[in-house]
């Protein structure tokens, strides 16, 4: 019953994203759509377990999700245009344009990302709407409490009603401003993908590929774009590591991968959006992470690495982007130049306690020094703080190791 529970759960989260969209196109309200998909996934862990996952989930899903934000309309009596739409079986008037976007779960995201609401505040929104991540999953990678995260989802839904910001169909001007929100969700939702939070996958291959497919269309979208391009290129070249990641339930370090396992064609994509990139000369955040992606996927072996070019390019990127974690990864790059002293200094002045990356970097630079007991506290602390399962189980590997 567990592993019919675990498979239900998991067809739910593939199609989370996509049956939001439909109930807030539908009803154009954030909490009955979440409501009743609620509602649906409570339905489909009493039925599928014993008749089997339909033929059509995602349909199944719409449909009983449709009937249960019904139910609730009909609760709170709610007679405006939005309740008589509801109960429409037929419509024969013309649809509402799509306007330029016509993907659904790309137009609510950028739907979501409204300038009324604060940069991370759309970004958290759209990512629990679209992403169908938890609050806990949310939390992590904002490096926040979770009940920080929890309120700040709440008082968006909340400032959404108040200021009665309406869910239509944005217009091509209003893509520009709300392109680096748009950005922003997909960059994360790929990285829950590909290291996912919790003890289930490891990796979940329907983020990873949705953020792909949806970025997509947005380059098709914003052509001239040089971010965009950098962010598809960067998804690409991380995608194409995915089959090497994890064997044997372990989480398989960027050094030690078998690169004869890596998707060539899309590392050749992948390379030729950065050559573009390049060539336009308007260096952003993603265009960089693509082009150290590009210097990592285009050597032969773990030692062929250019280590001072990536260095360079992390240096160009904090430029852009002065965050404490681009600061780690840099540090990362340096101990291969300059060695494992000097980057440790490094790590060591960011405050980054509450990020496990920042505890594997210390746990690995500690090893690499011959400090053992320093480095099993390392790996103690990172072990503690690191939730995806193939990690955890490298992390444990290693701190055993040690003698």
Not at 9 to 14: L, P
Not at 78 to 87: C, E, L
Not at 224 to 252: I, K, Y
Request: aromatic share 4%; proline share 6%.
């Amino acid at each position: 019953m567990q592993g019919e529970t675990a498979a239900v759960e998991r067809v739910f989260r593939e199609e989370y994203g996509r049956l939001i969209a439909s109930l807030v196109r539908r009803f154009g309200d954030i909490d009955i759509a979440e409501e009743a998909a609620g509602e649906a996934l409570v339905a489909a862990l009493e039925k599928w377990p014993e008749s089997g996952v339909p033929p059509n989930p995602g349909g199944w899903l719409t449909i009983t999700a449709g009937n249960r934000a019904i139910d609730r309309i009909r609760r709170e009596k709610q007679r405006d245009a939005k309740h008589q739409a509801a109960f429409m079986d037929h419509d024969d008037t013309p649809h509402e344009p799509t306007g330029p976007v016509e993907d659904d779960r790309l137009r609510l995201l950028f739907t979501c990302c409204h300038p009324a609401l604060a940069p991370e505040a759309r970004i958290a929104l759209t990512l629990r709407l679209l992403g169908g991540l938890t609050v806990a999953e949310i939390a992590q990678a904002f490096l926040v409490p979770e009940t920080t995260m929890a309120q700040r989802i709440t008082r968006a839904k909340k400032k959404i009603a108040a200021a009665k910001v309406p869910y239509r169909v944005p217009e091509a001007a209003d893509l520009p401003e709300r392109l680096g929100g748009v950005m922003a969700v997909l960059f994360l939702v790929f990285n829950e993908g590909y290291l996912a939070s919790g003890d289930g996958d490891p990796v979940r291959a329907e983020l990873t590929g949705e953020a792909i497919r949806l970025t997509r269309i947005l380059r098709e979208l914003l052509p001239e774009e040089p971010e965009v391009a950098g962010l598809l290129g960067l998804q690409l070249l991380t995608e194409a590591r995915r089959e090497a990641r994890v064997r044997n339930g372990q989480l398989v370090p960027l050094g030690e991968q078998d690169r004869a396992g890596w998707g060539r064609g899309l590392i050749a994509e992948g390379h030729d959006l950065v050559r573009e990139c390049l060539a336009i000369n308007r260096p952003g955040r993603y265009q960089v992470l693509a082009a150290i992606n590009a210097v990592h996927t285009d050597a032969p072996t773990a030692s062929d690495t250019d280590w001072s070019q990536v260095v360079a390019l992390y240096d160009q990127l904090t430029l852009l982007d002065p965050s404490p974690i681009v600061a780690l990864n840099r540090a990362v790059a340096v101990a291969e130049l300059d060695g494992p002293e000097v980057a440790l200094a490094l790590v060591d002045r960011l405050p980054l306690a509450g990020y496990h990356a920042w505890h594997v970097a210390r746990a690995d630079l500690l090893r690499r020094l011959g400090r053992t007991s320093e480095a099993k506290e390392a790996y103690d602390a990172a072990i503690a703080a690191t939730q995806n399962s193939a990690e955890r189980a490298y992390l444990s590997r290693k701190r055993g190791e040690l003698v």
